[in-house]
């Protein structure tokens, strides 16, 4: 079970990581600072297309959406 934890932890991490890439690229093409509202939009636009394409579960896209609105 701890493997299997340990594993989801990996991957969201991972996720995180590649939204907060996402933020920073966006900050750089819109001109916007991260409390900007194009880019809390074009991050979440990012998100939902992952969970669209099955990148990420419902569970995973629920966690990382929560992490973004604080």
Same mark, same amino acid.
């Given at each position: 079970? /701890?493997?299997?934890?340990?594993g989801f932890r990996k991957?969201?991490?991972? @996720?995180e990581?590649?939204?907060?890439?996402?933020i920073k690229d966006s900050e750089k093409s819109y001109?916007?600072?991260? $409390?900007?509202r194009k880019t809390e939009d074009k991050t979440l636009e990012i998100l939902?297309?992952? @969970?669209? $394409?099955?990148?990420i579960t419902r569970k995973k896209f629920e966690l990382? /959406? $929560?992490?973004?609105e604080k």
């Open positions: 079970m /701890k493997d299997k934890e340990k991957a969201v991490n991972r @996720y990581r590649d939204v907060k890439r996402a001109g916007v600072s991260k $409390k900007g939902k297309m992952r @969970y669209a $394409k099955g990148e990382m /959406k $929560k992490d973004l």
